[in-house]
């Protein structure tokens, strides 16, 4: 099922926490909503879902509206930060509850059975169909939250946050079987996430929000190797950001030099092109840069903090009046107050705006 989200505002008083916001999203596909705390996320799902209303805007699933419609009327899955089951009910029957109540046909009891022993398997709870929900860490009851909502094999799956009470290496299973899942049904999902490599690793689109506006839209290797501006920048990945002026005049997707206040000119690429002597902001990856022993090429500094982070490690290097962070592998051992050059490819240096 397509989504279009077209020109949605939603205010709490004077607060704005959706400002105009539109959105295509095309049938199968996983769109991310990502941004900080309180930038609108949940306020847009649940609009979407139609248990908020819009002040202004439209709503359309393939291509009909339904910014009017109820939830009842949809056939959607969910799962809500506050996911709540059904206390008096075991698993099997919070999971098969979609099933029992669905209007558009009936699932006989053999039907219902596999279904269910489905999700139960996709999520990890083989096994746990006769316990009491309230039995459950709060990880486990989330799990049947999203069982719950992919038992009915829904045309839209609206997510809130739906890993956010699992550790850290069970959520990062649940996300490549929560994807394989998705693809596998070709259900059209929405995914409300603050975690940066959620998004990037489960999405085909990643939708940055910050202060109820989408402040960019793109598949997330755009995201995170052409932010587009500083925010997102800084919220995908720490990146280091510099400031100069273009050296010369760069034509949009062109390679230019810009000269930062130290003098040193460094190489980079200009996705919207630039005139001569153009005030720039440039994001530069930790990761992109090679940390090594002092040369003419790249640009020289002093490393004034490093921190073993096992796998890698993070250096702090002083160029001029700016601090640039840079990861190398694991076993680097440069100390403290070492020259240092770093290099980078310039199409790692991204001039943003
Ligand atoms: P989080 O990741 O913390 O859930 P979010 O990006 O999902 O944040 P929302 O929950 O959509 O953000 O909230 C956006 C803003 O709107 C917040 O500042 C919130 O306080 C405000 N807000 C949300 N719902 C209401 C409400 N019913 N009444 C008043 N203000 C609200």
Excluded at 84 to 111: Q, S
Aim: charged share 20%; net charge neutral; proline share 4%.
């Amino acid at each position: 099922m397509s989504i279009s989200v077209k020109n949605i505002s939603r205010s709490f008083g004077d607060f704005k926490a959706v400002n105009d916001v539109s959105i295509d999203v095309e049938s199968g596909e996983l769109i991310a909503l990502l941004g900080p705390s309180g930038s609108g996320k949940t306020t847009l799902l649940r609009i979407i879902a139609g248990l908020e209303t819009a002040d202004s805007g439209q709503i359309c699933f393939h291509g009909e509206d339904a910014t009017d419609s109820s939830v009842g009327e949809r056939r959607i899955g969910f799962v809500f930060q506050h996911y709540a089951l059904f206390r008096h009910m075991t698993v099997f029957e919070n999971i098969a509850f979609p099933l029992r109540v669905a209007k558009d046909r009936r699932y006989g009891r053999e039907e219902v059975s596999s279904l269910v022993g489905q999700a139960l398997a996709t999520v990890g709870l083989s096994g746990y169909g006769d316990r009491p929900a309230t039995r459950l860490s709060g990880g486990q009851q989330q799990r049947v939250a999203l069982a719950r909502a992919i038992v009915h094999r829904p045309k839209l799956l609206l997510l809130d946050e739906p890993l956010s009470n699992l550790d850290a290496a069970l959520r990062e299973d649940m996300r490549t079987e929560l994807r394989r899942l998705q693809q596998q049904i070709g259900v059209t999902t929405i995914y409300v996430t603050h975690d940066q490599s959620e998004a990037l690793a489960m999405s085909d689109r990643i939708a940055v929000m910050d202060k109820g506006r989408i402040v960019q839209m793109g598949d997330p290797r755009d995201i995170y190797f052409r932010p587009a501006n500083a925010f997102v920048a800084n919220f995908i990945g720490a990146a280091n950001l510099l400031h100069g002026k273009s050296e010369d005049a760069v034509a949009a997707g062109g390679i230019g030099s810009v000269r930062l206040p130290n003098g040193s000119l460094v190489a980079c690429l200009f996705p919207s092109g630039a005139a001569k002597g153009t005030d720039t902001t440039v994001s530069l990856r930790p990761e992109s840069i090679v940390v090594g022993a002092e040369t003419n090429a790249g640009l020289n500094g002093t490393i004034v903090s490093s921190s073993f982070l096992g796998s890698s490690v993070r250096y702090e290097v002083r160029i001029g009046d700016d601090v640039i962070r840079a990861m190398a592998a694991g076993e680097s051992t440069l100390s403290v107050g070492s020259p240092v050059s770093l290099t980078f490819p310039p199409t790692a240096a991204v001039v943003l705006g």
